[in-house]
């Protein structure tokens, strides 16, 4: 009998809305967050310097998706929402693929630094030699 009357006054709370209810989570008021600290690179070229995958919509499930090898370029064209408030961008391979990636691991695996020519521009510099004045050396690689 004390439980029942225990479960009534609970039911009685959540039907009036005396309950506490956690807020509820606006996903587009994040997303539109998210997408403006990701903006400023749509257009630029990135290059992966770490594993990613490539989806063919906004997801977190990577069962569709195909996974992008470490050195591949990408061109950013869009930003869209996820299911929550993830931003992914629309990318274009430069094997002609396109699909998604998260821009939180593109940032975090990415660099809109060519390598091939960071590459040549260190070979130029050359390398650090015994005898350099610390100016020298920090123009070196």
């Not at 990408?74 to 396109?98: C, F």
Request: hydrophobic fraction near 35%; glycine fraction near 8%; charge should be neutral.
């Amino acid at each position: 009998m004390r439980t029942q009357f225990i479960i009534s006054i609970v039911a009685l709370a959540v039907m009036t809305g005396c309950a506490k209810r956690p807020p509820a989570v606006d996903f587009e008021k994040a997303f539109l967050e998210e997408r403006s600290k990701y903006e400023p690179n749509l257009g630029k070229t990135y290059w992966l310097t770490g594993s990613s995958f490539l989806c063919p919509t906004p997801t977190t499930n990577v069962i569709d998706c195909t996974s992008i090898d470490v050195g591949s370029k990408l061109q950013l064209g869009g930003i869209e929402r996820g299911v929550t408030s993830d931003a992914y961008y629309h990318v274009k391979l430069e094997d002609g693929r396109t699909g998604y990636i998260s821009a939180f691991n593109l940032v975090r695996f990415g660099t809109d630094v060519d390598p091939a020519q960071a590459a040549a521009e260190c070979k130029r510099r050359g390398d650090p030699r015994v005898g350099m004045t610390r100016k020298q050396v920090e123009e070196t690689c």
